[in-house]
Nanobody, 120 residues
Framework: QVQLVESGGGLVQPGGSLRLSCAAS????????MGWYRQAPGKERELVAV???????TYADSVKGRFTISRDNAKNTVYLHQDSLTPEDTAVYYC??????????????WGRGTQVTVSS
């Protein structure tokens, strides 16, 4: 069984920074793309950033220049470093990974989410 567990969310003032982490565990054979999505109250879930197994990255326009996605393949972990946070970044942030495991061909897995609240 594969699990994704996020950590690092919390309450931060506008202009502040956070680092989110997401660790994958279980009977993993390989991990393809890993990414972060977010869902604000009353809105649909949206892509924030994605990183491929080779390290190529894609960002939503709203976070370019402020957020940085990275991964540690040895730890099966993806990170999202968030700078210059604004109240519009307030949302539940979800980790996503495309994983091939001993029990399944490659498929997408989701974490349960971590709350990020930007407020003074």
């Amino acid at each position: 069984q594969v699990q994704l567990v996020e950590s690092g969310g919390g309450l931060v003032q506008p202009g502040g920074s956070l680092r989110l982490s997401c660790a994958a565990s279980g009977s993993i054979l390989s991990i393809n793309a890993m990414g972060w999505y977010r869902q604000a109250p009353g809105k649909e879930r949206e892509l924030v950033a994605v990183i491929t197994s080779g390290g190529s990255t894609t960002y939503a326009d709203s976070v370019k220049g402020r957020f940085t996605i990275s991964r540690d393949n040895a730890k099966n972990t993806v990170y999202l470093h968030q700078d210059s946070l604004t109240p519009e970044d307030t949302a539940v942030y979800y980790c996503n990974a495309n994983i091939r495991s001993r029990s399944s061909w490659s498929r997408d897995y989701w974490g349960r989410g971590t709350q990020v609240t930007v407020s003074s």
